[in-house]
């Protein structure tokens, strides 16, 4: 993908989290100007290099003065990268988890529309796919063709997000925004426990044995800020292999032996579909876990 296409300044929220540290890295490695910004953070030095903002997502005042340079010595941004979020279901009350996720989501969606930006790219989640598919997946590999199915309250805000998106994008047709269902994120030091999940095929089948590396969900980002087409649309990320050594077959075979297998499967192939990703933004994982643990 030609650098040439990606925005000059984009504002990032969530820079301090765990996939946000990794995309405001690679965005800047690959010559984007980042605006920093998360309700944590930013006096500490490992948290985010460079231009740093303190914003809570919650006040929409704020988000504004961050997207228009509004705030004292930080210009605003061509394009935002939404990455902020209570992360995960159970980590904070539902209603609380509700009351951020949406009204982040939201003042950041009015924000750029108010500032006449034009990108958004944001997280979604592979959670609306349907996890932690207590219910059978319709088939695997999952993808973007079926309806979400939230099944906690993190993932009904997901599923509204994708649903606020749309009629962003309706009232906009310039409008280009890109919701990245991301599966289970990881740095390199997570990898360690791999291998213990092969002996209990029930311990991942919570998200099919995916996972996401945080650089590959970095370079997803990037493919999805050069990304030019308007209107609202979402893309599965997760790596291209399971986290598991068996194969992908006798996984599905093992745990979900009544789901249709709709494509001839590699041996880890991943069965949250990255193929509309490769296709139509052109992602491509580097990473795998393989490469960092001894794999018998
Ligand atoms: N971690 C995963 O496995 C996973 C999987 C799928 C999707 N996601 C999504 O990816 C995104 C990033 O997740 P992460 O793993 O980096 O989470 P994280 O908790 O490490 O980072 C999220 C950041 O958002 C910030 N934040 C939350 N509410 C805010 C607010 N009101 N104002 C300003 N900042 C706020 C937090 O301070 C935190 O630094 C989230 O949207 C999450 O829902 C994560």
Known sequence: MSESTLPRRVVVTGATGKLGRAVVAHLRAVGVDVLAVDRVGGRDPRDVDGEFLLVDLTDYGQVVEAFTGGADEHAGGDAIVHLAAVPAPGLMSNATT???????????????????????????????????????????????????????????NKALEEEMARHFCRWDPELVM???????????????????????????RWNLWGYIDARDG??????????DQPGADVFVIANADTVMTRSSASLMAEVYPGVEIRKEL??????????????????EPQHSWRDHVDVL
């Open 178 to 204: 890109v919701g990245l269902r991301f599966s289970n994120v990881m740095d390199v030091e997570d990898y360690a426990p791999f291998p213990s999940f092969d002996a209990d095929p029930r311990l991942r």
């Open 266 to 283: 590699g041996e880890h192939e991943t069965l949250l579909s990255i193929d509309k990703a490769r296709r139509v933004l052109g992602y």
């Open 98 to 156: 509700f009351a951020n996720n949406s009204a982040a989501t939201y003042n950041v969606f009015a924000a750029a529309r108010a500032a006449g930006i034009k990108r958004v790219v944001w997280a979604s989640s592979e959670t609306v796919l349907g996890l932690p598919f207590d219910t059978p997946p319709p088939y695997a590999p999952v993808d973007e063709e079926y309806a979400p199915r939230p099944e906690s309250t993190y993932s009904l």
């Open 218 to 227: 970095a370079q997803a980002v990037e493919r999805a800020l050069a990304y």
